[in-house]
């Protein structure tokens, strides 16, 4: 009888030595070095991306006026997100469109690929990558998320109120802000207790 002698081959694991799970978002100073160095480069069209993507004209301009405020639909839920566009962002967004002689219909940044219409995930990460770098931040920590996962934690900072968090992220359930945001579950709670909503 002879006896099979089986030899464990080596396997590296995919998530070796990558950090895993969500990245965290961007500290207010960080995201205004992003922004300074993007202006002092005259970068006209990372300032009008640094916090809209996947949009059409349409969806944020009525005639030559940029709006205050848009609404998108969420991609996972297909539920309606209100956004505010600062100020700076309308600025950035209305000398890109000159630019860019962009019309109603045109989204707001084209790919270059002619298989996407618009601007890809991918494309974005790797833009999002370059900002995070240029400022000295290590690209393997911070992604295109990060942006998202800004505000949202420097809201939540500010007034602890995860409703209005909740309300601005478009989530559906609570626990869904709770884990987005990486705070303790019995915390969150004991604030949406004190809440008035």
């Given at each position: 009888m002879y006896l099979l002698t089986h030899t464990p081959q080596t396997h590296t694991p995919?998530?070796?030595?990558?950090?895993v799970g969500q990245k965290p978002p961007l500290k207010l100073k960080e995201i205004w070095e992003i922004r300074i160095r993007l202006q002092i480069a005259n970068r006209i069209r990372d300032l009008a991306m640094f916090d809209l993507v996947k949009l059409k004209i349409r969806d944020i301009?009525?005639?030559?006026?940029?709006?205050?405020?848009?609404?998108?639909?969420?991609?996972?839920?297909?539920?309606?997100?209100?956004?505010?566009i600062t100020e700076q962002t309308r600025d950035a967004v209305s000398k890109w469109i000159d630019f860019a002689?962009?019309?109603?219909?045109?989204?707001?940044?084209?790919?270059?690929?002619?298989?996407?219409?618009?601007?890809?995930?991918?494309?974005?990460?790797?833009?999002?990558?370059?900002?995070?770098?240029?400022?000295?931040?290590?690209?393997?920590?911070?992604?295109?998320?990060?942006?998202?996962?800004?505000?949202?934690?420097?809201?939540?900072?500010r007034t602890k109120n995860l409703r209005a968090v909740q309300l601005?992220?478009?989530?559906?359930?609570?626990?869904?802000?709770?884990?987005?945001?990486?705070i303790e579950?019995?915390?969150?709670?004991?604030m949406a207790e004190q809440t008035d909503v």
């Open positions: 995919w998530n070796k030595c990558k950090l301009a009525h005639g030559s006026a940029i709006a205050k405020r848009a609404m998108v639909m969420q991609q996972k839920t297909r539920q309606p997100v209100q956004f505010e002689k962009l019309t109603n219909n045109d989204y707001l940044f084209k790919s270059q690929f002619k298989s996407s219409p618009h601007l890809s995930t991918r494309q974005y990460a790797r833009i999002v990558e370059s900002w995070v770098a240029v400022i000295g931040l290590d690209p393997t920590e911070y992604g295109a998320h990060s942006l998202r996962r800004s505000k949202a934690s420097l809201i939540y900072k601005l992220l478009g989530h559906t359930k609570l626990e869904s802000t709770v884990r987005y945001l990486g579950v019995d915390d969150a709670l004991e």
